[in-house]
Structure formats: structure tokens, C-alpha cells
């Protein structure tokens, strides 16, 4: 049955009133974790009264206005006096840092869903993620590193932790890029395999020198190791804050900006040349982007990583295959995740700890990972 135009035009509006009606409500969901998360106190099980939402709230719009005023040349002292005076400093401290901790965990979460829906793209592999490159070897390297050599000043180090974390990571995905190149063909292209094995040979020789490291490193070292990978240290000083934010900008803007085009990189690579589209460099600007957004985020919320697997294959089993969609929708899905999981890790001890938000994300995304492993399997429909 042949269509006319103003049917099919009518059923494409229809399809894009649909998709934006769901953009919307997830975008409403994720404002209302947002807030949520920002009402509850950093570290609340040391307070009786862990859910401020009035204080913590409106310390946080005031907050935001002393920003906008100060970015528009007015004046904002007083405003930040009579707010200190009216909450006690206390209650303002906390509340800016409750905002800033929400909004890293946001940003961090979204980047590493997007990050998988990029690599998940770009080898046509469900499965994938930017480990595959060795992002979290090169990572774990630096923080062992670091340890070893300032102990428990590595703490207070965190910038030179920054530069041995990127700078460890930038070697590792060279590396597995260069051996994944020589093992192509004589057109020098490469496949999904070869890239899988390159990075195997990297990651398990920096895995390698990482466990030697540990195996001598002092108990309190290697303590203190632990909870730096597991997200237990969270900077939030003015510096730090920054260089997340820019960090993980340099990764999410251009995956944004590009994403009508990045759906050719889940194309055949036939039908690609046929339609003379060159999709080489846009795998490399995705892999590389997803590879900063990885680092930034496992450096700054500890080795979550199993967000990238897991939440871009189950909204694409919703949402479908059109990265556009699948990027948003899992955008938004990590970084309500990753909000959940810190403000989670922050009401509650275990053993008189806190739990780590790496620990707590990765046990809430394995039993769907069993679950999608048993599905491709037939197990359960």
C-alpha cells in the first residue's frame, strides 16, 4: 500500500512529537533526581537531620545567584553575607558542596554512558566499551604511582595524580591504537578483534606493573589505594572542579555536535565507501572522546565503569538504534544513576565506612548485565 507525502509527513511528525515528549519527561526525571540529590547532606549519616531540602535548596539559588552577579560585574558580598548570617556557614558550606558534588556525578555519569554508546557504535559490538583501549589501566597505573611515591600526601598531590592518571592513559591508547594499526590489513584499516586483542596486550602489561607495585606497598598505602579507585575522595575545590568540568566538556561537545554523523559509524564499512563517507576519523574523534570522558570520570568518582556496558545497551533495546536518541537517553539514565549511587554512599555506613560510589554502581549494574548475558543467551525472554 503506497503512502502519499502528507501521510507520511503526518506519521513523521507524529514519530517526532513521540520522541520529544520522551525527551522531555526524561529530561523532567533527571531535574527532579537533580534536586533530590542536592537536598540531602554531604556525608548525612553524621547528622541527625540528613534531608534539608528548604536550607540546602535555597542556599543553592542564592548560591547561583552570587555566580550570575559576579559574572555580570554586580555586587555580591552582601548577598553572601546576609546568606551566611541568615544559614550559618555551616549549612551554606555544605550546600555549595552538595551542588558541586551532584553536578560532577551528573556530568560523570552521563559521560560514561556516553562514552559506551560511542565505542558500542563505532565497533558494532554491544558488548564494547572504552576499556577496550585501556583507559582504566592507565588510570589505575597513575593512582598507584602516585601513591607509591608521596603515600598518604598523594592525597593533597591530586593535581600531579591528574597528570600521571592522563598522561598514563594517553600512552596506553597510543599504544593500543599503533599495535591495533600494524595488525590491520594491507589497507590499513582495522577490525573489532584486533582492536579487542591490542588492548588486552596493553592493559594486561600495565595491569602487570600495577600489581607489583601493590604487592609493595605499605597496608595504609595500599588502603588508601583502595579508596581512591573506589571514589571515596572526592575533590571539590574551585581547581579541581574546573578541570573536571573542562576535561569532560573536551569529550562531550564534540560527540554532541557530531552526532547526526556518528550514526554512519554503526554502518557497514561497504556501505559507507559507496556512500563516500570517510568514517575513519569520525571513529577517532569518538574513541578519543570517549576515552577522556572515561578518565575524567574514573578519576574523580572511582573505577564505575560497568555504567559505560550496561546502560547504553538497555536503552537501546527501548529507545532503538539511532545514536542521537540512544546518546540523550543514556545520558541522562548515568547520570540520574551515578546521583542515586553518591547520594546513596553518603546516608549510609557499612562497617563503620562509608560505602564507595564505585562499589555501590557496579553492584546495582551487575544483576542487569547477568540479565542481558542471559537474554542473548535465550535463558529468559
Known amino acids: 500500500m503506497d503512502l502519499s507525502k502528507s501521510e507520511l509527513r503526518r506519521g513523521w511528525e507524529q514519530e517526532r512529537r513521540r520522541n520529544r515528549r520522551g525527551l522531555w519527561l526524561a529530561g523532567g526525571i533527571t531535574l527532579a533526581v537533580f534536586l533530590l540529590c542536592c537536598s540531602v547532606r554531604y556525608n548525612a549519616y553524621a547528622f541527625p537531620d540528613k534531608f534539608v531540602p528548604a536550607q540546602y535548596l535555597k542556599s543553592d539559588l542564592l548560591a547561583l545567584r552570587l555566580v550570575l552577579a559576579r559574572l555580570t560585574g554586580g555586587s555580591v558580598e552582601p548577598t553572601k553575607e546576609a ?69 598518604a600526601a598523594a592525597v593533597e598531590h591530586i593535581y600531579l595524580r591528574y597528570a600521571y592518571c592522563y598522561g598514563f592513559t594517553a600512552v596506553c591508547v597510543l599504544g593500543v591504537l599503533l599495535l591495533g594499526k600494524l595488525a590491520g590489513d594491507r589497507k590499513k584499516t582495522y577490525s573489532t578483534l584486533e582492536m579487542v586483542m591490542a588492548g588486552s596486550i596493553v592493559s594486561q602489561g600495565l595491569n602487570v606493573v600495577t600489581m607489583y607495585i601493590m604487592y609493595n606497598l605499605a597496608d595504609e598505602d595500599m588502603l588508601l ?41 554503526g554502518m557497514d564499512r561497504l556501505e559507507t565507501a559507496a ?22 570520570a574514573m578519576i574523580h568518582c572511582g573505577e564505575a565503569g560497568m555504567l559505560s556496558l550496561v546502560v547504553p545497551h538497555v536503552v537501546r533495546r527501548y529507545v532503538g538504534a539511532d545514536f542521537r536518541r540512544v546518546c540523550g537517553y543514556s545520558a541522562m539514565a548515568g547520570g540520574c544513576l551515578m546521583m542515586v549511587c553518591r547520594m546513596v554512599s553518603s546516608l549510609f555506613l557499612v562497617l563503620s565506612e562509608p560505602v564507595p560510589v564505585a562499589f555501590l554502581t557496579n553492584l546495582v549494574l551487575m544483576p542487569a548485565f547477568m540479565v542481558i548475558l542471559a537474554k542473548q543467551r535465550g535463558r529468559i525472554g
Open 83 to 151: 546568606l551566611i548570617r541568615q544559614l550559618g556557614e555551616v549549612t551554606y558550606l555544605g550546600a555549595v558542596a552538595r551542588l558541586r558534588i551532584t553536578l560532577m556525578a551528573l556530568v560523570a555519569g552521563a559521560g560514561l554512558a556516553m562514552s559506551g554508546v560511542v565505542f558500542q557504535t563505532a565497533y558494532q559490538n554491544p558488548m564494547a566499551s572504552p576499556n577496550i583501549l585501556g583507559a582504566s589501566a592507565g588510570v589505575r597505573l597513575g593512582n598507584v604511582l602516585v601513591i607509591l611515591l608521596y603515600s
Open 225 to 265: 589505594y583502595q579508596e581512591v579507585s573506589m571514589g571515596m575522595y572526592l575533590q571539590t575545590d574551585a581547581v579541581s572542579t574546573g578541570i573536571f568540568f573542562a576535561v569532560m566538556a573536551l569529550g562531550i561537545l564534540p560527540v554532541l555536535l557530531l552526532r547526526y554523523r556518528m550514526n554512519a559509524m
Open 275 to 296: 556512500l563516500g563517507v570517510r568514517i575513519g576519523p569520525l571513529r577517532l574523534v569518538g574513541q578519543v572522546c570517549g576515552v577522556l570522558m572515561v578518565t575524567c
